[in-house]
């Protein structure tokens, strides 16, 4: 079983940054974990991929929405994922999931790629 617990949302205006932080738990999260990713959902809309990366070699993966001004990165000793995230955008305004990924697949933007899911944290820019 893996827990995830996200934090640093806020409200923030266009223009600033903002740090998420996904700490994970469980007995079996180091050994099984393949990748952890970010994804968001913002009112009314679909959840959205945001980024990847991988947990062993660092490898990252962006949406187009976002490269270039969101930088994911981990720690594996505190088995923590973050997103930083900077030059916010009222679009950016999503509730922010971080997901971890058990098994090998090529599909890393899918959410079904993903099997363990954090409660979400509130990011609001506003213009």
């Known amino acids: 079983q893996v827990q995830l617990v996200e934090s640093g949302g806020g409200l923030v205006q266009a223009g600033a940054s903002l740090r998420l932080s996904c700490a994970a738990s469980?007995?079996?999260?180091?050994?099984?974990?393949?990748?952890m990713g970010w994804f968001r959902q913002a009112p009314g809309k679909e959840r959205e991929f945001v980024a990847r990366?991988?947990?062993?070699?660092?490898?990252?993966f962006y949406a187009n929405s976002v490269k270039g001004r969101f930088t994911i990165s981990r720690d594996n000793a505190k088995n923590t994922v973050y997103l930083q995230m900077n030059s916010l955008k009222p679009e950016d305004t999503a509730v922010y999931y971080c997901a971890a990924q058990r098994v090998a697949t090529v599909m890393i933007t899918s959410m079904r790629s993903y099997d363990s899911w954090g409660q979400g944290t509130q990011v609001t820019v506003s213009s």
């Open positions: 990366i991988s947990w062993s070699g660092g490898s990252t």
């Open positions: 469980g007995r079996t999260f180091s050994s099984s974990v393949m990748g």
